[in-house]
Every structure is written in structure tokens, then in C-alpha cells.
């Protein structure tokens, strides 16, 4: 399989804020992992630097094979073309209407708009949301931005998803809708690693957890 993430005395800061320091772990590649801790921890800001927004402070951090501290501007556009992301405030463009806003990931990977859209259909309906596809993101509520993000996030097959408090604030229908769209992806080889305070309890596949506690990570068997 090999690892799709592994971190070595990994450091990341804000200016002088050392919010992890010198942590170690690794994903490998199919696994399912969820980055847990206390809010204010560091896990957006660790799922930031998976996506090469934030560059290690010290340390190493190799995605695949690019290695995040000396990444070039155009080797991250090509390692988010990889990833599905979902952002804890969604970032859904908001002059785009829902069902375009889905079709994204197959438009930058230069896929026709009719099959895009086809596609987009598709999965909007997985995610409960095919009756929104002509709204536009301020017309929705928080938890259907979050489940359009989602529905984003998984179209394009991406390799690995970062997932960002991807069902918080969610009912307990819609967060099972979501979690089990997270499980299919899974099982078709999927790398999925969710950030949640908490882990969602019945939650009944195998995962792995990297818990962040006083600014380091920890792997907990
Ligand atoms: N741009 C920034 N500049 C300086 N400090 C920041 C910045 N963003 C976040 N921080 C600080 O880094 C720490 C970790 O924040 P982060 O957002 O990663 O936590 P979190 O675990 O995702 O929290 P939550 O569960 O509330 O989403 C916090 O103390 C926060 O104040
Ligand atoms: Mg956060």
C-alpha cells in the first residue's frame, strides 16, 4: 500500500505561535483517520498544511511523494488537483449555483460541462440536495452549504480527502448520509482523513486516530 502522509518532527507556527511541535506520524494510503482535539488545538490549522496553505515550520511532511516544505506554487495546485477538500466554513462559491459549484474539481480537471453536470446530479443526490441544485450557496443553510462541499469534495475520485468538521451541526440523518459517503470512498481506496472533535459514535469501520493534545500529535492505536 505505502504511506500516502508521513511527518517527522513536524513543526507549524503562526508567526511565533508554535501551535504543533516536533510530531511524527503517518497515514498510509486507505486508511481512515480521524484528527481529533479539543477546539482551538490545531486541527484546521494541521489540515491547512496537509493542503499546502500553511507550510511547515520545521520538520518534514512528505504528501505522497511532494514534500510540503519546499513546495513550489505549481507542485500544490497539482497536489490539490488529488485532494477533495472540505473547508470548516465550506468556501462554496457564491456567484455559482449549487450544482455548478459540485462540478468544480471535473472543470479544473478539464472535463466537459454537460458530463460534470450529469455527474454533479448524481452525487447532489447522494447528499440529499438534489432539490437545491439551482440555488445559490446564500439561499441554503449552513448544513446543506456543508453537504454541497461534501458532495465536491468526493466527485472527482480524489485520492485523499481532508475533511474539516465535515458533520458538526449536522442531524443525525444528514451526518450518517455524509459519514457513510466518507465510508464508500473508503472502500474504493479512498485515503480519508476527517477533523472532528469527537469520534461519531456507532461508527462501525476501521479507522485510525491522530489526537493533538498540548502541540503534539499523537497516533492512538
Ligand atoms: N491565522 C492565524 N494566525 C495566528 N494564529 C492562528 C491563526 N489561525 C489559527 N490560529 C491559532 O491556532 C490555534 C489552533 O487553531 P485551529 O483553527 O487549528 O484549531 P482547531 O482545532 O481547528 O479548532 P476548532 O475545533 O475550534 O475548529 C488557535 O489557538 C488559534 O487561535
Ligand atoms: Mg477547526
Redesign the pocket.
Known amino acids: 500500500m505505502g504511506k500516502i502522509i508521513l511527518a517527522k518532527n513536524l513543526s507549524i507556527s503562526?508567526?511565533r505561535?508554535k501551535?504543533i511541535s516536533s510530531s511524527s506520524f503517518s497515514v498510509e494510503n486507505g486508511d481512515f483517520v480521524f484528527l481529533t482535539?479539543?477546539?482551538?488545538?490545531?486541527?484546521?490549522?494541521?489540515i491547512k498544511t496537509l493542503y499546502g496553505e500553511i507550510k511547515p515550520s520545521s520538520g518534514d511532511l512528505y504528501i505522497g511523494e511532494f514534500n510540503l516544505s519546499k513546495i513550489s506554487k505549481s507542485k500544490i495546485s497539482l497536489l490539490r488537483r488529488h485532494l477533495g477538500i472540505v473547508f470548516?466554513d465550506f468556501k462554496l462559491i457564491p456567484e455559482w449555483s449549487i450544482l455548478k459549484n459540485v462540478t468544480l474539481p471535473l472543470l479544473i480537471a478539464g472535463i466537459e460541462k454537460n458530463i460534470a453536470e450529469d455527474l454533479a446530479i448524481q452525487y447532489l443526490s447522494k447528499v440529499n440536495l438534489s432539490h437545491k441544485a439551482d440555488k445559490f450557496p446564500e439561499e441554503l443553510s449552513g448544513g446543506e452549504q456543508q453537504r454541497a462541499a461534501i458532495a465536491r469534495a468526493t466527485i472527482h475520485n480524489p485520492v485523499m480527502i481532508l475533511a474539516?468538521?465535515p458533520i458538526s451541526g449536522l442531524d443525525e440523518y444528514s451526518a450518517s448520509l455524509v459519514m457513510d459517503l466518507f465510508k464508500k470512498a473508503n472502500e474504493k481506496g479512498i485515503t480519508i482523513i476527517i477533523?472532528s472533535?469527537s469520534i461519531p459514535k456507532h461508527f462501525n469501520i476501521n479507522f485510525k486516530q491522530l489526537h493533538?493534545e498540548k502541540g503534539k500529535i499523537y497516533e492512538l492505536a
Open positions: 503562526y508567526d505561535a501551535i482535539g479539543v477546539s482551538g488545538s490545531g486541527k484546521t490549522t494541521v470548516q474539516d468538521e477533523a472533535h493533538i
